[in-house]
């Protein structure tokens, strides 16, 4: 794994990723809540800051938990809630370490299809099913890392000349279709959510329509019926 990488869209940080299978896979970890580019750049920092030029999942499964989390929330913070990200980061390098003998490139060197290389990503700590498809889609677009039916287990993240996530961006044209991409998948949610919620409120209306008619027509029967 040697490839030059635009996710941090800064020179060390990006090379850090394109060469440390743990440092792409921290980076990708990081990816939510924050800009892209700051969770990316997560790893070249958290390195410097430990004193080398990579990440060693030995050394982080190994360091003392508020000393980690003090160390991700120095200034610049690492992310924006540096001290649940440095127990995550944590935990995923104690289950490479118990799993993978602490290399992370393990995860996917003899994943024989998608399907299966899938299943690993998906049980790594912190990786639910949309983070570990967009993870095996930059494996197989940007990494190299192309078992049979990766695209298929990848999902519409697999999908060729598409401008969906992080596995697509490979340079600054890329990273503006991306984002054009995501705001139009937020509107869409929001414009959904919007019809949701209106449909639902106009059926509590009919509902209580229904219900005072109900009982208009509760109150004429009693009183023809001498009640």
Request: glycine residues 12%; hydrophobic residues 40%.
């Amino acid at each position: 794994m040697d490839v030059t990488l635009h996710l941090a869209q800064q020179p060390e940080a990006d090379e850090l990723l394109g060469r440390s299978p743990l440092a792409a896979l921290v980076g990708m970890l990081l990816d939510q809540q924050v800009p892209m580019e700051w969770a990316f750049a997560g790893p070249y920092t958290i390195a410097r800051r430990l004193g080398g030029d990579d990440l060693d999942a030995h050394e982080i499964a190994a360091y003392e938990p508020e000393a980690f989390a003090a160390l991700l929330s120095e200034k610049p913070a690492v992310h924006r809630y540096p001290g649940s990200m440095a127990k995550r980061i944590q935990q995923l390098c104690q289950y490479l370490v118990e799993h993978y003998e602490g290399d992370a490139a393990k995860v996917w060197e003899d994943a024989e299809s998608g399907a299966e290389l899938l299943g690993r990503l998906k049980e790594l700590p912190g990786f639910g099913a949309q983070k570990a498809q967009i993870f095996l889609a930059l494996l197989g677009k940007q990494l190299g890392v192309r078992p049979k039916g990766w695209r298929e287990a990848a999902g519409s993240y697999g999908e060729a000349n598409s401008y969906r996530s992080v596995a697509d961006i490979t340079g600054p044209d890329s990273l503006t279709k991306v984002r054009a991409h995501k705001q139009e998948m937020k509107a869409a949610a929001k414009a959904a959510a919007g019809t949701t919620a209106k449909a639902a409120a106009e059926a509590a209306t009919e509902g209580a329509k229904g219900s005072k008619g109900s009982k208009g027509a509760a109150k004429g029967a009693a009183k023809a019926s001498g009640g």
